[in-house]
């Protein structure tokens, strides 16, 4: 039950692309046709599904304070997390050049789809920020980070997909000059957005007492803020639709 | 601006308009929407990145003769990755409240593509001092878009500039007389920051038709 409420809760929920921003780059610039999104998008998952978990392990048993207790009862008040940027990034920066060599050894095919992708990747926020949100949200155990990785990565193919499809059909809609391209992207984007933020009430509608508890924690402020908003996401998810169809 | 050629000058003037690394160069966009609900972590934000750009670019630089091309993007991030624990910890010591705000968005500056594309394409093949000018405008053209679109949702989405209020309360609160604002909650939403740079990009596209995409 914990891992199907995370996995739909990364791939719709907490969207890398919609919720977060992460991405970005690669989102708008790989994005003008499908076979290309398809391919980047399965790239990350692939790299996700791999250095998240590996973070995670050293998260757990180098970063954290306390994490190096297994070395000795000396080391136990070590804290090391100020060098987590530095530790993930070279994490991900090698592994990439790693299942680089390895898929190209192995599976050409492969290669010959991901290959070129694969670079771009150790600079691609969206991996990175999974790891850091893995961390700060405390991600409990192995499987779970594994579980983690592998639907964020799901859920930023769903997003490039979703707009690589769009940009394909759009190229042929009369749109005014100076919003071509990037501007009408940036939009699309952001409508999409507030559809995916109805989501929102799935994980947490029906279920009376989560509710409750979930509101009491949220400051009046912010409160009031979610309330207008899904109201207005719902409305403009059904127009969107209406435009879309 | 004595200082300055006019070559130089023209490295700092490019990128905060025509040569926007946002707007034009679509890069760093990942960290630039997330944290601009409020005006002040925009600034903190772009002050960070003028920073990390400034002396990532001016190292990176200096070491451009002595980096073996292959390994090249490691090197980069490793630069990267040690000025942003800087400014990580710098901001934790003394701004904690924001550097809560911010939470790992200080971290997504080392992959902000911003800073990766300005090393391949400047820093790599110039020198250090010019590097380092078009570094600066980089980040300050990247700093105007933040700031524009901080300033347009912390002003329509609560009403306030860096915590002062500015637009009033509610009408329901201040009686007839007063000016009355109710809050846009839905601009401190994720959404409206992407439409916010959409419509910045379409201001700016249409002042000058040079820039406009064809399909």
């Given at each position: 039950m914990e891992h199907l409420e995370l996995f739909f809760k990364s791939i719709f929920v907490d969207n890398m692309v919609f919720a977060t921003f992460l991405g970005m780059c690669s989102y708008l610039a790989v994005s003008k046709k499908v076979s290309t999104a398809v391919g980047l998008g399965a790239a990350v998952i692939f790299v996700m599904a791999i250095t998240v978990p590996l973070n995670w392990l050293l998260d757990q048993y180098i970063l954290q304070e306390g994490a190096l207790k297994w070395l000795g009862e000396e080391y136990a008040t070590y804290d090391l997390s100020f060098l987590s940027f530095i530790m993930f990034i070279a994490t991900i920066a090698t592994m990439v050049q790693l299942v680089e060599i390895i898929v190209e050894k192995f599976a050409p095919a492969l290669y010959n789809s991901l290959g070129i992708f694969l670079p771009l990747i150790a600079v691609n926020c969206a991996i990175l920020g999974g790891s850091l949100f893995m961390q700060s949200r405390e991600i409990a155990s192995l499987d779970l980070a594994f579980n983690y990785g592998v639907s964020s990565g799901i859920g930023f193919f769903l997003a490039i997909l979703t707009i690589a499809a769009i940009r394909e059909k759009i190229r042929y809609s009369n749109i005014p000059a100076p919003l071509r391209g990037l501007g009408i992207t940036f939009i699309i984007t952001g409508l999409m957005a507030i559809g995916f933020m109805s989501f929102g009430g799935m994980l947490t509608g029906g279920d009376e007492e989560e509710t409750t508890e979930k509101t009491a924690i949220v400051t009046p402020s912010e409160n009031n803020t979610i309330e207008i908003s899904k109201e207005e996401a719902i409305e403009l998810a059904n127009n969107e639709k209406e435009i879309i169809e | 601006m004595g200082l300055l050629s006019k070559k130089d000058l023209k490295l700092i003037t490019d990128p905060l308009a025509d040569n926007n690394p946002i707007?034009?160069?679509?890069?760093?966009?990942?960290?630039?929407?997330?944290?601009?609900?409020?005006?002040?972590?925009?600034?903190?934000?772009?002050?960070?990145?003028?920073?990390?750009?400034?002396?990532?670019?001016?190292?990176?630089?200096?070491?451009?003769?002595?980096?073996?091309?292959?390994?090249?993007?490691?090197?980069?991030?490793?630069?990267?990755?040690?000025?942003?624990?800087?400014?990580?910890?710098?901001?934790?010591?003394?701004?904690?409240?924001?550097?809560?705000?911010?939470?790992?968005?200080?971290?997504?500056?080392?992959?902000?593509?911003?800073?990766?594309?300005?090393?391949?394409?400047?820093?790599?093949?110039?020198?250090?001092?010019?590097?380092?000018?078009?570094?600066?405008?980089?980040?300050?053209?990247?700093?105007?878009?933040?700031?524009?679109?901080?300033?347009?949702?912390?002003?329509?989405?609560?009403?306030?500039?860096?915590?002062?209020?500015?637009?009033?309360?509610?009408?329901?609160?201040?009686g007839v007389y007063a000016f009355g604002y109710e809050n846009n909650g839905f601009m401190l939403l994720a959404p409206m920051a992407l439409i916010t740079v959409g419509i910045i990009i379409w201001v700016q596209r249409s002042r000058n038709t040079s820039l406009i995409e064809d399909n």
């Open positions: - | 707007t034009i160069q679509v890069l760093g966009i990942c960290s630039a929407l997330a944290i601009t609900a409020e005006l002040k972590a925009s600034i903190v934000m772009s002050i960070a990145v003028l920073f990390v750009m400034g002396l990532g670019n001016l190292t990176i630089s200096l070491m451009r003769n002595i980096i073996p091309p292959k390994i090249r993007i490691i090197v980069q991030l490793i630069v990267v990755a040690t000025l942003v624990i800087i400014v990580d910890l710098v901001l934790k010591a003394f701004a904690y409240e924001l550097s809560k705000t911010l939470s790992v968005f200080v971290g997504l500056i080392i992959t902000n593509c911003i800073i990766m594309g300005r090393f391949e394409a400047f820093a790599l093949a110039n020198g250090p001092i010019r590097s380092f000018i078009d570094g600066v405008g980089n980040a300050l053209g990247y700093a105007v878009i933040l700031i524009i679109v901080g300033f347009f949702r912390e002003l329509l989405g609560s009403g306030t500039l860096l915590g002062f209020k500015v637009l009033g309360d509610p009408i329901e609160k201040t």
